[in-house]
Every structure is written in C-alpha cells, then in structure tokens.
C-alpha cells in the first residue's frame, strides 16, 4: 500500500532551507512519523542520503523533542546540511529568485534585524520532501515559481470538481487528465500526496459527518476537498483541505456554503450551519 514514495511535506522556500536546512514539524503527519518511529528515536541523529533530480546529497536528520524544553507537545524534526555545501548550493541554484530576493532584503535592512524574509505570496518557492522505501533516504522536488505560473494558466476556467476529481482518483485515461504537461505532473503529485496524508490522519472518515462511509466495503472513498477552491487559490497546503465523503463533497460543491475557519462551520445559503465533526490538522 505504501508506494515507494508515500509521504511528502511541503516547505517554503526561506534562508534557511537555502543554507542550511529545515525544520519539519511531526503533528499531523502519519507516515513520516510511522517511518520515523522505528527509524529515529527521539533525541536522535543519523546520516540521511537526499535525491534532487537524481544526485544524491548528505544530511543529517535529527529528531529534536522540545516538549521538555519548549513546552510543546509534538516532536519536530530536523534537516541540516552543510553552509555552502553541495545541497546548499544545488538549491541555490534552483531557487535563484527567491535566493536573489532574499539576498536583497538581508542585504537592505538593519544588522540587527532577525525577522524571517518571507517571499512576496505570487513569488513563493517550495520545496517538497518525500520519503521513500528506504528510511534513510528522502526524494526532493523543486517547486518553482515558474512551475506556479504555468499552473495557473493551466487551471484558468477549469472546473474545481474536475481538477479535485484528478487529485483524489489516478486518473487512468491519459487524455482525459488535464494535467498533460510534465511539469505538472510534479505539481499533481504533490497535491495528492498531501490528500492522501489527510485522508489517512482521519482515518477515511468524513469530517463533516464523521462517518466512514466505505469502511463494510473495505473501501476508502473520501475526498479531499479545497476549502478556497484550487482553480483560484492555487492553494494545495494540508490548511486548505477537507477529507469528506463523496455525498458531503457533492453537496458543498452543489450548495457552494461557506467556511468560517475560526468555528470550523459551514454556514449554507439556506441558513443551516454544519460544524465539522471531526478536525485535527486545520487550526
Ligand atoms: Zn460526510
Ligand atoms: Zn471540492
């Protein structure tokens, strides 16, 4: 069931990452923390081999615990490599706008400023981490603002049902998908993956009514939904998706109510409001 690349997690692009590594927070994600569990101990160091388009790169994942010492519950792990090292400077390379971007401001502002530098939000840069077979190796995809802008035109008078259908189900018909073109496909995969993530943390429940619908067929029919539709937001962050059931899916799709994303309501055009009945990953 566990394909060779199972579970991806889907970082900004930031100094950081383009110098030295990254931090990946634990909550929510449940095959890198099963893979972890019996991989990496808490407190833990080990070597860990990267693939980015086929080299491969060292780094160190650590499992850091700051539930002593930062009063936090979940554990959060860490990736580090080398200032200036091989990876360092191959995502450099990839990332060059946001590396240039950056550079800048760092370059402008005060010394003592510490502020992280965000990428302005129709620039943003992510990279995508995926863990393979092997537990100590991971599989990195670039996602670049080209790649984002491409999208957006590919997407431009799609329908949302039709793009999430391609995201939920591998679509079998070549022609039918609308995601032909290459580097979409990386883009596609990337939603999914974050899907199929959620769908498992849930459990394939619905989280609007709870139920496992499919569950005496030993089916998994849950969907993930996008609450700011995709075609419009481009947004495929795990904040930004719902696992329903086909019918709650339908509905929404049908009766288009909206979120309210403090009370985690749906409040429909006909004055019903729905609170979601289960919800661990939307904050
Ligand atoms: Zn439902
Ligand atoms: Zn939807």
């Given at each position: 069931?566990?394909?060779?690349?199972?579970?991806?997690?889907?970082?900004?692009v930031?100094?950081?990452?383009?110098?030295?590594?990254?931090?990946?927070?634990?909550?929510?994600?449940?095959?890198?923390?099963?893979?972890?569990?019996?991989?990496?101990?808490?407190?833990?160091?080990?070597?860990?081999?990267?693939?980015?388009?086929?080299?491969?790169?060292?780094?160190?994942?650590?499992?850091?615990?700051?539930a002593?010492?930062?009063?936090?519950?979940?554990?959060?792990?860490?990736?580090?490599?080398?200032?200036?090292?091989?990876?360092?400077?191959?995502?450099?390379?990839?990332?060059?706008?946001?590396?240039?971007?950056?550079?800048?401001?760092?370059?402008?502002?005060?010394?003592?400023?510490?502020?992280?530098?965000?990428?302005?939000?129709?620039?943003?840069?992510?990279?995508?981490?995926?863990?393979?077979?092997?537990?100590?190796?991971?599989?990195?995809?670039?996602?670049?603002?080209?790649?984002?802008?491409?999208?957006?035109?590919?997407?431009?008078?799609?329908?949302?049902?039709?793009?999430?259908?391609?995201?939920n189900?591998?679509?079998?018909?070549?022609?039918?998908?609308?995601?032909?073109?290459?580097?979409?496909?990386?883009?596609?995969?990337?939603?999914?993956?974050?899907?199929?993530?959620?769908?498992?943390?849930?459990?394939?429940r619905?989280?609007?009514?709870?139920?496992?619908?499919?569950?005496?067929?030993?089916?998994?029919?849950?969907?993930?939904?996008?609450?700011?539709?995709?075609?419009?937001?481009?947004?495929?962050?795990?904040?930004?998706?719902l696992?329903?059931?086909?019918?709650?899916?339908?509905?929404?799709h049908?009766?288009?109510?909206?979120?309210?994303?403090?009370?985690?309501?749906?409040?429909?055009?006909?004055g019903?409001?729905?609170?979601?009945?289960?919800?661990?990953?939307?904050?």
């Amino acid at each position: 069931m566990e394909t060779a690349e199972n579970y991806v997690y889907k970082k900004e692009v930031d100094w950081s990452l383009l110098n030295e590594g990254f931090t990946l927070p634990l909550e929510n994600q449940v095959v890198f923390g099963r893979n972890l569990g019996r991989f990496l101990r808490r407190g833990e160091s080990k070597n860990i081999t990267m693939y980015l388009d086929g080299k491969s790169y060292k780094a160190r994942i650590t499992n850091v615990n700051f539930a002593e010492r930062h009063n936090r519950k979940k554990d959060m792990l860490q990736i580090r490599y080398s200032l200036n090292g091989e990876l360092s400077n191959a995502l450099k390379a990839y990332f060059r706008k946001s590396y240039q971007f950056i550079s800048e401001k760092r370059r402008l502002r005060a010394n003592n400023d510490r502020t992280v530098i965000r990428l302005p939000e129709d620039c943003k840069e992510y990279l995508a981490i995926y863990t393979t077979e092997y537990e100590d190796t991971y599989l990195l995809e670039t996602i670049v603002a080209e790649d984002i802008l491409f999208l957006k035109e590919i997407v431009k008078n799609k329908q949302e049902q039709v793009l999430e259908a391609s995201f939920n189900y591998d679509v079998v018909d070549e022609k039918s998908t609308i995601f032909e073109a290459e580097r979409i496909v990386k883009l596609r995969k990337l939603n999914k993956k974050i899907g199929d993530n959620l769908k498992l943390l849930y459990n394939y429940r619905c989280q609007i009514c709870g139920k496992n619908i499919g569950k005496k067929y030993d089916s998994h029919i849950v969907e993930a939904h996008h609450i700011d539709y995709f075609v419009y937001s481009l947004n495929n962050d795990s904040d930004n998706q719902l696992i329903v059931c086909p019918n709650h899916h339908s509905i929404i799709h049908n009766a288009n109510p909206m979120f309210d994303r403090k009370r985690f309501i749906y409040l429909y055009p006909n004055g019903l409001q729905e609170k979601l009945a289960l919800n661990q990953h939307l904050k």
